[in-house]
């Protein structure tokens, strides 16, 4: 009996018994529903990680912020007065910030090409061509920092511009983000005397919304930023120490990100790169997807069980018919290739459905998702399918059928055909 007659057969005798095959395929089928549905989740989501990182301007940049110095225990008593400190007020507090010696420390770290430090900016309100006025938190320079639009343009660095998040162009009085572009507020400043100061802004782009949340506050350019801190440390009778909440070193080869890193640890600094940012998403959407996948797996094993129970039970009411093809020629592997090929059978039936089913049903959720819950992260599809990866839940499965229709081949494969023959 040729390959072809073998696979012809196994088909044909998978439906003698249709109540159980069903079963067994319906038991398939969920498993690999869930494994299709979880793949494309993580696909999608690694994917749209992926877009938002190369919306990012210059990848070979790490973000570096100061680390509280813990090498010398703190007693109860007050700290001496370090010249050298710099605390940044963030508006809930103050923090450790950077001062003008970590800035040159970091230039002086081998691989580092420029060190661009941010200063925290708090102004007292922004002020919108209607006079409406609302808090207002900065964001990082956009210039630095690199942001997606959906309008308009990237600040320069010279011009006292900003963009403002997309979410923000209705509340501003604007009518589009189009609309948005080029048009000005006036953001209020109040120095450490107490005067007031207004900055004309020009708003040159309107952000999308990201992972990354880089678009969730209003970003100035590092002109205007600067303009503003001045401002802001402004009105002391004391000269108040530049401090930096963060910098960004440019590096010339990302690949030497590790070692700046450490350099970078060895002086208090903590360095992170646009990746290790976005890598805790990551690491967060696949450890979810792992756990939906065990779900899965544990569906597939109890199906793997089922497929065993039914292949037993085709073998033992085929008892007599396995005697006869012995007794005509058939050797034990072509006994053992068929009951083989049945199991695989029904492994591919449950998996290539459910496979299918997956994707359908992922692409509809998907579409629905990205035009109402999701529509403010543009870009995102939640299921991703890739064809390789389907294609290897679907092989997966029947190599899992496969290995649980060994014990009824095997036992059917060792059939004495006598004996079989005889039996009632």
């Known amino acids: 009996m040729k390959f072809v007659d073998l696979l012809r057969t196994a088909i044909g005798n998978t439906f003698r018994s249709k109540a159980r095959t069903i079963l067994t395929v319906i038991a398939i089928f969920i498993g690999a529903f869930t494994l299709t549905l979880t793949s494309g989740v993580g696909t999608g989501v690694n994917d749209y990680i992926d877009k938002t990182v190369a919306g ?36 809930f507090g103050s923090m450790s910030g950077l001062s003008n010696k970590d800035i040159e420390t970091i230039e002086n770290i081998d691989g580092v090409e420029s060190v661009d430090p941010m200063y925290m900016v708090t102004p007292t309100y922004l002020e919108s061509p209607d006079g409406d006025q609302f808090q207002l938190q900065l964001g990082m320079p956009s210039d630095a920092e690199g942001v997606e639009l959906e309008s308009g343009e990237i600040p320069t660095r010279e011009d006292d511009e900003m963009i403002v998040p997309a979410s923000w162009v209705e509340d501003l009085g604007f009518d589009s983000n189009e609309d948005a572009v080029g048009k000005t507020v006036d953001v209020v400043m109040t120095n450490m005397a107490g005067d007031d100061e207004t900055f004309e802004v020009t708003i040159s782009g309107v952000s999308q ?70 890598g805790m998403f990551r690491a967060v959407i696949n450890g979810i997807v792992w756990i939906l996948n065990s779900f899965a797996i544990i569906a597939l094993l109890a199906a793997g069980f089922g497929i065993v129970n039914t292949l037993l039970m085709s073998v033992q009411e085929r008892t007599r018919e396995i005697g006869l093809m012995k007794a005509l020629g058939m050797s034990g592997g072509k006994v053992f290739g068929l009951f083989s090929l049945e199991a695989i059978f029904i492994g591919f039936l449950g998996s290539a459905i459910g496979a299918a089913v997956g994707v359908a049903t992922g692409s509809i959720i998907s579409s629905v998702l990205s035009n109402g819950l999701l529509e403010g992260l543009p870009g995102l599809s939640l299921f991703l399918f890739d064809p390789i990866q389907t294609a290897l839940i679907i092989l997966s499965v029947m190599v899992i059928a496969f290995l649980a229709g060994t014990i009824p081949a095997m036992r059917a494969a060792r059939q004495d055909p006598i004996n079989a023959l005889r039996y009632e």
């Not at 990848?59 to 001496?80: C, F, H, L, M, W």
């Open 209 to 278: 919304a990201s992972l990354a949340g880089a678009s969730l506050t209003p970003m100035p350019s590092s002109s205007l930023n600067e303009k503003l801190y001045d401002y802001q440390t402004s009105g002391s009778q004391r000269d108040v120490p530049d401090s930096y909440f963060m910098a960004v070193a440019n590096i010339e080869n990302i690949d030497d990100a590790g070692q700046i890193k450490s350099q970078l640890a060895d002086e208090n600094m903590l360095g992170m790169t646009v990746e290790d940012q976005l």
């Open 56 to 91: 990012f301007g210059d990848q070979n940049s790490i973000y570096v912020q100061k680390v509280a110095d813990q090498t010398e225990p703190q007693d109860d008593g007050p700290r001496e007065y370090d010249p050298e400190d710099s605390n940044v007020s963030t508006g």
